[in-house]
């Protein structure tokens, strides 16, 4: 069966990469955040997924240059019970006008319309002039993490957080540090993903023979920010495999000795208005420079592009865009 899997604008390689590994399953990007794939496992794939926003089955796509093109071109849909159409669009008309149309079209052929709890929802994705029709399997954003109860201001999205964990190469056999942890979403999630968690654990769902020893370090100078992730890593059932610890950046080369870490991932504060982050980032590059081993690695996430000297290599970088912000993905080398 055929399936449209929409991710964070960016994230398409990292989300090409999980559906091979979930599903083997080989991906064609349609479009920027807009993957579509054929698998018969879909059920794996929804259960363990983290880059996804949604998942939903294919149904057709066609070009258009008109509103009246759109209904002329939708596909016939087997519908038992009620139903709704949900549109997300890029073009000047409005998402009602197309709801309201498609859904004209579906009930006059004997459906019943239930815009509180349909039973099927009819999904109208319209890039440019692409138009994808295909039907709900999910309802909720996948991106979402029931573990985030302790949410810093400058917590990273959870896709976005393993997206960076993936970009970097990391292993669980291999030392991954935090300087930043914030919330810790970007450990939970790098733990999570090499122990092979579903995305939501329920009941007592982990696996009591997995003694992975993971070396992840979760540090942050702020106390009340490390309680946090205490708090968010025993609700995602894996707060025994990390390790965290109130420390400051500049402490780094004190816990670690030199050319003993493989990979610093990290996103540290963002730059604003009101926060030359210029420093911290140098303090980082300075301390990186000295505890990771050689061609170890450091992956960060910023909202501005580092134009600073530094005598790490910068190996690749992605760009993220993210509702109405733009976050730069680097990864740098130790040369």
Known sequence: ??????CINGLESIAELEIKDLCSAPC??????????????????????????????????FTFSSLNEITLNLPEIKINGTFKVKCFKN???????????????????GNKVNLDNADNVIIVDIIENLCIIGVAIVRKNLTKRAYKLRVHNQSLN?????GMVRFSGWNKSQILVDPFAKDGTLVIEAASFALS???????????????????????????????????????????DKIKFSKIDISWLDVKFNENEVD?????????????????????????????LKRNGKL?????????????????????????????????YSKI
């Open 1 to 6: 069966m055929e399936y449209i899997a929409k």
């Open 28 to 61: 064609k990007k349609l479009s920027p955040g807009l993957l579509k794939f054929s698998t018969n496992n879909i059920d794996r794939l929804l259960k363990f997924c983290r880059s996804l926003i949604t998942v939903y089955e294919f149904k057709k796509s």
């Open 91 to 109: 073009l000047n008309f409005s998402s009602q006008e197309v709801e309201k149309k498609v859904g004209e079209f579906y009930y006059n052929k």
């Open 158 to 162: 959870a896709s976005i957080a393993y």
């Open 197 to 239: 968690l579903p995305r939501e654990i329920e009941g007592d769902y982990f696996d009591k023979d997995n003694n992975s020893n993971l070396q992840i370090y979760a540090y942050d100078n702020n106390l009340h920010n490390i309680q946090n992730c205490k708090v968010n890593s025993k609700l995602a059932n894996i707060n």
């Open 263 to 291: 990979h610093i991932i990290t996103s540290p504060p963002l730059f604003s208005s009101h926060n030359d982050a210029t420093n911290v980032y140098k303090e980082l590059f300075d301390k990186a420079n000295i505890v």
């Open 299 to 331: 992956t960060i996430l910023t909202n501005k592009s580092l134009d600073f000297i530094t005598n790490l290599k910068l190996d690749d970088h992605f760009v993220i865009e993210h509702g109405e912000n733009t976050y730069y993905i680097l990864k």
